[in-house]
């Protein structure tokens, strides 16, 4: 087939370099891209990647350490991945965003198993007082969808997204209890080319003197097997010391298969790894024969409104940004944005026409993710559906995000801007000792300019609801109008303006604002110089937070 200019535009002079970027997650060494794999797109996944592997934050030149590329295609990279929303600088770091969770979204709601159970392992972990999870199948891993977490001092780490190796969970005995020959094969290479486990970054590595395997895997088959008699697998403290788990297969009604894993987490000081069995396990049976019959009895999925003029847009700003916008990269990452609720599997010309790309354009984007494990085709190869590994392209750091930490650099920003100090709040209850049983509020993040005098309240300070102008807009009680002020009511001086942050459902959980002394702004400079950025700063909250808590939960504190 003919090179696509608009995707080649950006291709290097040879291969070696997007040899070197192609690192597949969980998998030893490296696999040449075939031909007419798009190269800009392999550099811009591993640069996500290799966010993704640090916890979601690295410099440039640390990027361009790990994924091996030249500094300027690093940049380049970046910038168009900032001006997608994906990354975000912060200082001389580059931050992934919210916005990047888009992709893992795609793929959870095109698995649509997430929007069927996770009330269900919702409910189950606040009735055991443990940890539940769902995992699917990847490869000869297996990687979470689904988290209820408990808040303890010893709490689970793993995250929406993390890969695990199948044999050091109890989820993996049951996938690889359907295990082809092949599957046995690519496993035991893996563990001989990766004794210790550095392809999975989410796990602590095993420790062998000797360099071998650990002493798991000849029993890795046994307990696979073992697995498929009885319906149930464990993991006694294979993962790490102390941690114990059991897991019961969630069933595809239709074909019989293993469709996801649930999975109860303990550890040992509450639970061995027999007591979690014994106790748990017939409770874990029965929310799962629930989940089975949701999934029977769940109507067929009506495919939302596809996105609609991505490459248009994409266009658009390569003629803006010119040589710094990696034009086919953009494009190639909305590919992955056409799948979706009731769009799990869909043909190149259902995709070309989803993202108004080309279809030479789109069908090479297709053959690149096919090569990154990122997508996977029919038998027929006439559909192409997004594997569980797209989560693994900046979720999991951000799976855990509070909204806080969500709302801090929009708060930066906005401190910035006008040139005042910015604070979030969220409605607490009263004191228990306190005389007067007023509402209150505490402050849960902020970001303070330069000036000789500005407000000086700490997260954390509690202050009554109705004295100030973040209280005001938290209130039941308060106005129907889109803001609330307080005029030195506080303290003498100190004005202020606030608007509220709505979830999903629309209901206000917090509020931001702006402070000011009142010899700087009067009441109408506050609405009519303030009031527009800081509400646009609540509608950029407000998407990011929608977007992250699709499929996570997003604490307000």
């Known amino acids: 087939m003919p090179a696509n200019t608009a995707l080649d535009a950006d291709a290097p002079r040879g291969t070696a370099e997007a040899a070197g970027a192609a690192r597949t997650e969980g998998a030893a060494g490296t696999a040449e891209p075939p031909a007419e794999a798009v190269t800009p797109l392999i550099r811009g996944i591993a640069v996500l990647r290799e ?42 770091e580059v931050v992934l965003a919210p916005p990047v969770m888009e992709l893992g979204n795609a793929y959870l709601a095109a698995l649509h198993l997430p929007a069927l159970l996770d009330a269900r392992a919702d409910a189950l972990a606040d009735e055991l007082d443990e940890s539940v999870s769902l995992a699917v199948a990847d490869g000869d891993g297996i990687r979470f969808i689904h988290q209820a977490t408990r808040r303890r001092a010893m709490s689970l780490s793993f995250r929406i997204g993390d890969l695990l190796p199948a044999e050091r969970t109890a989820p993996g005995p049951l996938f690889a209890a359907d295990w082809t020959e092949a599957d046995w094969t690519r496993w035991r290479a893996r563990r001989a080319a990766d004794p210790e486990d550095t392809g999975f970054p989410a796990v602590p590595r095993t420790r062998h003197e000797s360099g071998a395997a650990s002493d798991t895997d000849g029993d890795f088959p046994h307990r696979s097997a073992q697995a498929a008699t009885d319906g149930y697998a464990l993991d006694d403290q294979l993962i790490e010391p102390g941690l114990v788990a059991v897991s019961v ?27 979690l069995r014994d106790t748990l396990l017939p409770r874990l049976r029965e929310a799962v024969t629930a989940m089975e019959t949701d999934l029977r009895d769940a109507p067929p999925t009506s495919p939302g409104p596809h996105p609609s003029g991505l490459a248009t847009w994409t266009t658009a700003s390569k003629t803006q940004l010119g040589r710094g916008f990696v034009e086919s990269l953009a494009r190639g990452l909305t590919v992955l944005t056409a799948f979706g609720e009731g769009r799990a599997h869909l043909t190149l010309a259902e995709l070309a026409k989803a993202t108004g790309l080309a279809r030479a354009t789109a069908r090479r984007a297709l053959i690149t993710y096919e090569h990154l494990g990122l997508m996977a085709t029919s038998p027929d190869r006439r559909t192409f559906t997004l594997t569980p590994r797209v989560l693994s392209l900046g979720f999991p750091p951000l799976s855990r995000t509070t909204l806080p930490q969500l709302a801090t650099w929009h708060l930066r920003a906005l401190a910035n801007q006008v040139g005042e100090s910015t604070a979030m709040a969220v409605l607490v209850p009263p004191e228990p000792s306190a005389s007067r049983r007023e509402p209150m509020i505490q402050l849960t993040a902020r970001a303070t300019t330069s000036r000789v005098l500005s407000p000086d309240i700490t997260v954390g300070t509690r202050l009554p609801a109705r004295a100030t102008s973040l209280g005001r807009a938290l209130l039941p009680s308060a106005p129907s109008h889109p803001y609330a002020l307080a005029d030195e009511e506080l303290e003498s001086g100190l004005r202020s303006i606030a608007v509220p942050i709505r979830d999903r459902t629309g209901q206000v959980i917090a509020a931001i604002n702006i402070s000011t002394h009142a010899a700087r702004r009067t009441l109408d400079d506050c609405v009519t110089h303030l009031l527009p950025a800081l509400t646009a700063t609540a509608t950029h909250i407000q998407t990011d937070l929608h977007t992250a808590s699709r499929f996570t939960h997003v604490p307000p504190t």
């Open 51 to 92: 966010l993704t592997e640090a916890g979601g934050t690295l410099s440039p030149s640390a990027l361009e350490r790990a994924t091996g590329l030249a500094r300027s295609t690093v940049d380049r990279i970046t910038a168009t991945l900032e001006h997608m929303g994906y990354v975000r600088p912060d200082g001389r």
């Open 249 to 275: 297969p969630v069933r595809d009604p239709a074909t019989g298969r293993v469709a996801c894993a649930a999975n109860v987490v303990s550890h040992t000081s509450r639970h061995t790894a027999t007591g």
